[in-house]
């Protein structure tokens, strides 16, 4: 699947994407008919309450739950239809992953967590300068329990787009730190989407995280809701929770 070429507009297709969790007697319904794009080059908010669909939604679109029924595309592939190989070879190849937890190695220096990645990736960046895009270019040899939680989370998204991804995925990348941290973190994401282009979709319970999108989608109860453009929307440091 590592020749998979995106859409030079959409990047993300899905179409009629249920979800249903078999709790034994309880059958959950996590998602129930979601039709979505992702857009090139877009930054994206999917936002919505705990248990809406949004973590579901985002596992499904990064190839690491599978739908029901429905399908979807990332560029020319249908990735609903992909064997397990071609799975790991999506998410190793085409995309990167930011999740709310830091999920760095204790006994790696930040350069080294990141050089995991690049060590594996057909077009990696350089480890350093992956790190220095997240401005945590002083840090290169310190430990995760050297690092603030915004340092690491820094870290970690260094490490999600070191690979050269062409979409980051964002869960809650906010949701354990503090707001002036999360505003920091958030300019990372944005200067990322700026400068390299990368489609990313993030998702979040924060309202006001939403204002820094190109387009927000509204989940709730696993439907989409609303949708909504920015027609002027506000850059990370300008947000305030």
Same mark, same amino acid.
């Given at each position: 699947?590592s020749?998979i070429?995106?859409s030079? *507009?959409v990047?993300f297709q899905?179409?009629g994407?249920t ?5 034994g007697?309880?059958k959950?319904e ?6 979505m794009?992702?857009d090139?080059g &877009?930054?994206?908010?999917?936002l919505g !309450?705990s248990g809406?669909?949004?973590s579901t939604?985002?596992? #499904?679109?990064?190839g690491?739950?599978t739908?029901? *029924? ?8 249908d990735?609903?239809c992909?064997?397990d190989?071609?799975?790991?070879d999506?998410r190793r %190849?085409h995309?990167?992953f930011?999740f709310?937890f830091?999920?760095?190695?204790p ?14 990736a057909?077009?990696p960046?350089?480890p350093?300068?992956a ?5 945590m270019?002083e840090?290169f040899?310190?430990?995760p329990?050297?690092l603030s939680g915004g &340092?690491?989370q820094r870290?970690?998204?260094?490490r999600a787009v070191?690979k050269n !991804? ?6 809650? !990348? ?5 707001s002036?941290?999360g505003? #920091?973190v958030?300019?990372?994401l944005?200067? #990322?989407?700026r ?5 990313t979709?993030?998702i979040?319970?924060?309202v006001?995280?939403?204002?820094m999108?190109?387009r927000v989608? %509204?989940?709730n109860?696993g439907?989409? *809701?609303?949708e ?9 440091r &300008?947000?305030?929770?």
């Amino acid at each position: 699947m590592s020749n998979i070429i995106a859409s030079e *507009s959409v990047v993300f297709q899905a179409k009629g994407v249920t979800k249903v969790y078999d709790m034994g007697e309880v059958k959950v319904e996590a998602l129930r008919g979601v039709d979505m794009e992702l857009d090139s080059g &877009e930054l994206l908010v999917l936002l919505g !309450p705990s248990g809406s669909g949004k973590s579901t939604l985002l596992n #499904i679109l990064g190839g690491l739950d599978t739908v029901t *029924s429905g399908y979807v595309t990332y560029g020319n592939q249908d990735i609903t239809c992909a064997t397990d190989k071609e799975l790991t070879d999506y998410r190793r %190849f085409h995309v990167g992953f930011v999740f709310q937890f830091y999920n760095l190695i204790p006994s790696l220096t930040a350069l080294e967590n990141v050089s995991i990645v690049t060590e594996i990736a057909p077009n990696p960046m350089r480890p350093e300068e992956a790190l220095k895009l997240v401005n945590m270019g002083e840090r290169f040899n310190h430990f995760p329990a050297q690092l603030s939680g915004g &340092e690491q989370q820094r870290v970690a998204i260094a490490r999600a787009v070191a690979k050269n !991804p062409s979409v980051l995925l964002c869960d809650e !990348p906010t949701g354990a730190l503090d707001s002036a941290t999360g505003i #920091i973190v958030l300019e990372v994401l944005e200067r #990322i989407n700026r400068e390299l282009g990368t489609a990313t979709a993030l998702i979040t319970h924060n309202v006001d995280i939403a204002d820094m999108a190109d387009r927000v989608i %509204f989940l709730n109860d696993g439907l989409i *809701s609303n949708e909504r453009r920015n027609e002027h929307k506000k850059f990370a440091r &300008e947000l305030h929770w």
